[in-house]
């Protein structure tokens, strides 16, 4: 069977079809960015305020149980925070895995309109294909962090009353 020639623009559009994938797992990737700094900075605060009550209650300044239960409760949050942190990170590194693997399937189709081999015709399909198994990997680990958020908000509801 005679492979049919591709024309140049039949060769742009097949080597753009997995860019669709590289927008909209860009798209994820700056939702989990934006979470990522704010879970750090989150991370940050509490932090200093543990270490204000760490220094009162070392200090014996007035320390009651509130200091105490407040000392507990952010202590808690920002363990629960670094897993949070841990699961975004790991979310992201399979959104960047798949944005690559999707940008290498991209070059691979053009590199087989000119070198054409079995082995060369399955590669970016395989590629592409990995890139969309980590895209639900890094959604998977995304929707772990909804969970963790709300959890770490129950700790902190709990810590207020």
């Excluded at 798209?27 to 700094?37: D, G, I, T």
Aim: with cysteine; aromatic share 10%; hydrophobic share 50%.
């Amino acid at each position: 069977m005679n492979d049919t020639i591709i024309t140049g623009i039949e060769a742009i559009q097949a080597m753009m079809a997995p860019a669709l994938g590289i927008s909209a797992t860009a798209l994820l990737l700056l939702n989990m960015h934006n979470r990522f700094s704010a879970a750090f900075n989150r991370i940050r605060l509490l932090t200093d305020e543990r270490r204000k009550y760490h220094i009162r209650i070392a200090e014996n300044e007035d320390s009651g149980a509130y200091e105490q239960f407040r000392y507990s409760s952010i202590s808690s949050q920002i363990k629960m925070m670094t897993l949070r942190c841990r699961e975004l990170r790991n979310a992201i590194l399979y959104m960047m895995g798949s944005i690559m693997l999707f940008v290498l399937s991209s070059l691979l189709i053009g590199i087989n309109i000119f070198y054409t081999s079995f082995l060369l015709r399955m590669t970016p399909l395989v590629f592409f294909s990995i890139g969309m198994i980590m895209v639900l990997i890094g959604i998977i680990y995304s929707a772990k962090d909804v969970v963790n958020s709300y959890k770490i908000t129950e700790v902190e509801v709990k810590g207020d009353i």
